[in-house]
Structures are given as C-alpha cells and as structure tokens.
C-alpha cells in the first residue's frame, strides 16, 4: 500500500536553531513531493514541491526540503527557526499514476520555543 | 494568485438538518476540486474528487447520499451535509488543483452539530 510517514508527533527546538521534520514514502514510481503548514484552525499553506530535478527544493519562508530516492525521504529543513515557524506541518505524496490526488502524512506539530 | 475560499468558515446546526459548504476558487479555474475532512490532532482525510460537470469520485467509506457535492462550474464546488449528526462536527477543508499535483487549499469550515 502507497503510505507517507512522518516518524514524529512533535519536534521541539529553540528559536535560531535549525530544524529538520523527516518524511519518509512508500509509493511506486516516480512521486511528485509536497510539504503544507498549517495553523490552528486554517487549511494548509503550500510549502513547496518537488517534481524533479535538483534534490534540494528552496520554498516559502525559508524553508527547503531535500530528496533523497535512494531512502525515499523528503525530509523539511531550516536553517533558523523562528517562533512564529511553530504549526503543523504535513508532508504529501502525488504517486506518479495518481489522479491528482495526494497522500498525507500524519503531520507533525513543530514548536519553536523562544 | 490561486487563492480558494470556503464559506462559511463555522457554522453550527442542529442534529438532522443539512448544512452547505461552498469552496470557490478565486482567481483561477480548478480542473479538479477536492473535499477532505480532518479530525483534531489528524491528518487529512479525503472525502471525494469533484471534476466540473461530472459526478464525484467518492473515497471507500464516505456516504455519498450523506455528502453531497455538486462541482457547478470550474470555479465552484459545493459539499451539502445532509440530516446532519453530532458524529460529522469536524472540520471540513477544500481544494482546487491548477497544476499537475499542486493543491491549493480553503482556510477550512469548522462544522459543529448540536
């Protein structure tokens, strides 16, 4: 079965460090990427995407992930943290035969403490 | 741009009557429409595929006679809870697909049956 992990509930870390969310998929093919925020009581935010090309993905706020195919990962990082960074954020897979649907993670909660 | 509106943003009904979520995109036409629901601290579940001018795609367990959605144009899509009940209090989020893989997402409907 095609499935996106996302190994930690939470992720803790101090305003100014990096920060790294992990994301691991199960899918066949060649999948299309994506990372979403989400804060309370919203819909979700596009991150950014990977497709293809260059594995390291540069997208909204800072934020960048790196794909990995060979541990089929596409973990999220950032080099800084900021308070304001604190929310849920979902990982997500478009397997290559999908009809445009997408495949979430469970999420993560990030908190960022000052 | 790809901007997706959803309203209301909450609303409160009575157990047994029916509700109406309208998503809309606003400032571009959505070849595919999606409709999700999201319990507290979950992921994303998605509910059914809406296509303009067709019949929805439901997904295995979700009733279609119990939620309705109708995909009137390529800019509108709504979902219709019908004879509602305390069980479907949830948060329901849309989206709209412009590119290959790319969802964009509604700011979500708190949905709460009395």
């Known amino acids: 079965a095609q499935s996106v992990a996302q190994p930690e509930d939470q992720v803790n870390v101090a305003e100014g460090n990096p920060l790294t969310v992990k994301c691991t998929y199960s899918v066949s093919g060649n999948p299309y990427l994506f990372w979403y925020v989400q804060y309370p009581n919203r819909g979700l935010q596009f991150l950014l995407k990977y497709i293809t090309g260059d594995n390291l993905v540069k997208g909204s706020y800072g934020f960048e992930a790196e794909f990995n195919k060979s541990q089929t990962s596409f973990h999220l990082k950032k080099p800084s943290a900021l308070v304001s960074d604190s929310a849920l954020y979902f990982c997500?897979?478009?397997?290559?035969?999908?009809?445009?649907?997408?495949?979430f993670g469970s999420g993560t909660r990030l908190l960022v403490r000052p | 741009g790809a901007v997706v509106s959803q309203h209301p943003s909450w609303v409160i009904c009575k157990s047994g009557t029916s509700v109406k979520i309208e998503c809309r995109s606003l400032d571009f036409q959505a070849t595919t429409m999606f409709w999700y629901r999201q319990f507290p601290k979950q992921s994303l579940m998605l509910m059914a595929t809406s296509n303009e001018g067709s019949k929805a795609t439901y997904e295995q367990g979700v009733e279609k006679d119990k939620f309705l959605i109708n995909h009137a144009s390529l800019t509108l899509s709504t979902l219709t809870v019908t004879s509602a009940h305390p069980e479907d209090s949830s948060f329901y989020i849309c989206?709209?697909?412009?590119?290959?893989?790319?969802?964009?997402f509604g700011p979500g409907t708190r949905l709460t049956v009395t």
């Open positions: 989206s709209a697909s412009l590119r290959i893989g790319e969802q964009y």
């Open positions: 997500a897979v478009r397997p290559q035969d999908s009809s445009y649907k997408l495949i």
